[in-house]
């Protein structure tokens, strides 16, 4: 089998391609597989909104679920199962990814439960327990980067355990997270663990930014309010990488730890699928391409890319002062932005957990009528 030329050259750029879904469908039929052969997918991404879509279609968790039930298992028993067997599949699938890259890709995320996003405690331990069930070096726990999952970032981190920082959307949020890896890798290296092992990504949001920036720019509704629309994603994920260059290409906190074997801690673009269908379907994957750098992309982005998507480069390095003008004329405009990012953060939380307690109600009817 043969890689998409579009999706070659992009990880030839140094972008590492991951998807962001997964189900038992594509462990079971071999479509994981198909894309690591054909799409040059290295790593993928889970959420709860991914693991609730996937267990609401179809019946491939029909003989699992019916079994759990058989054996008393609750709805969260159930989930965690569910799901943990899911990830440990999809780590197998990608261990040869995982080996060849020296552990940077062949990676799989989980996240732990969203309902613990503003409980440091809750997720510190819930990290551990998830990172024991699936049992793979290649696994990663997802964290949001809320004020209360930042400690629990450091703290996961001082354990040994590699972390995919999720739901930021500011370069100020993403800079305390950066902060947070540092002081992770800081006590593990005290506590004696191999910091080479430990591997993290900052997973930013894009298109997120741009829907919400986008509606307060039509409220505006000047011709130069109207003009600015679709730009706010790309020039923040850009200011993004200009803060991760200045911490960890040469940064005096990360030298030592370098020293030592530390990786630094990849920028990774999420939200990435279009959702205006008045912007290109590849805007978020081509504007983006920088090296070591992650794009995890739902299948439709990933397809859109291999069909038209036109890799010239690194479309980021020595970006940062226009983007910067960007966000000065946002802001010159009217656009409140530490507001956007607080509403955006507040309904990524509200959205996991939403899908959350729909996974956990599904689940309990299957659980039901398993039991009769």
């Known amino acids: 089998m043969t890689q998409n030329p579009n999706l070659a050259a992009l990880a030839a750029a140094g972008v590492s ?41 179809g019946h491939a968790y029909d003989a699992q679920v019916k079994e759990l039930a058989e054996r008393g298992a609750d709805v969260d028993a159930t989930i965690r199962t569910v799901t943990t067997d899911d990830v440990r599949n999809a780590c197998d699938v990608l261990a040869k990814q995982y080996e060849l890259s020296d552990g940077v890709d062949g990676r799989v995320s989980i996240e732990v439960d969203p309902r613990l996003a503003h409980d440091t405690d809750k997720t510190i331990l819930q990290a551990i327990e998830l990172w024991k069930i ?51 890798l800081e006590k593990a290296k005290e506590a004696g663990h191999d910091l080479s092992k430990i591997h993290s990504v900052a997973s930013f949001f894009v298109s997120r930014v741009d829907t919400e920036i986008d509606n307060r720019l039509e409220k505006i509704g000047s011709d130069e309010a109207l003009a600015l629309r679709g730009k706010a994603g790309v020039a923040n994920a850009r200011l993004a990488y200009a803060a991760y260059e200045e911490v960890f290409l040469g940064g005096e906190r990360f030298e030592p730890l370098k020293s030592a074997g530390a990786r630094v801690q990849r920028p990774l673009w999420a939200s990435t699928g279009v959702k205006n269908p008045d912007y290109s379907d590849t805007l978020y994957v081509t504007e ?17 890319v291999a069909d038209h998507g036109v890799v010239t480069g690194d479309t980021i390095t020595g970006t940062a002062a226009e983007s910067q003008e960007m966000f000065d004329k946002l802001t ?20 996991f957990e939403k ?10 009817g299957q659980l039901d009528s398993a039991n009769g």
């Open 17 to 57: 391609v991951w998807l962001d879904d997964l189900s038992r469908d594509r462990l079971q039929t071999g479509n994981l597989q198909e894309l690591i052969d054909t799409r040059s997918v290295v790593g993928v991404t889970t959420n709860p909104s991914i693991f609730q879509a996937a267990l609401s279609k």
């Open 134 to 184: 699936v049992d793979r070096p290649n696994l990663l726990i997802k964290i949001p980067a809320t004020m209360a999952g930042l400690p629990a970032i450091t703290a996961v981190i001082a354990e040994g355990i590699s972390v995919n920082v999720t739901l930021i959307f500011s370069v100020e949020r993403h800079r305390l997270v950066m902060d947070a890896y540092l002081a992770g």
């Open 288 to 304: 983006l391409v920088a090296p070591n750098t992650v794009n995890t992309m739902p299948e439709k982005t990933i397809e859109a």
């Open 332 to 351: 010159a405009i009217g656009v409140d932005l530490p507001d956007v990012f607080t509403v955006l953060e507040d309904e990524g939380v509200e959205k």
């Open 355 to 364: 899908s959350w307690h729909e996974l956990l109600e599904a689940t309990r």
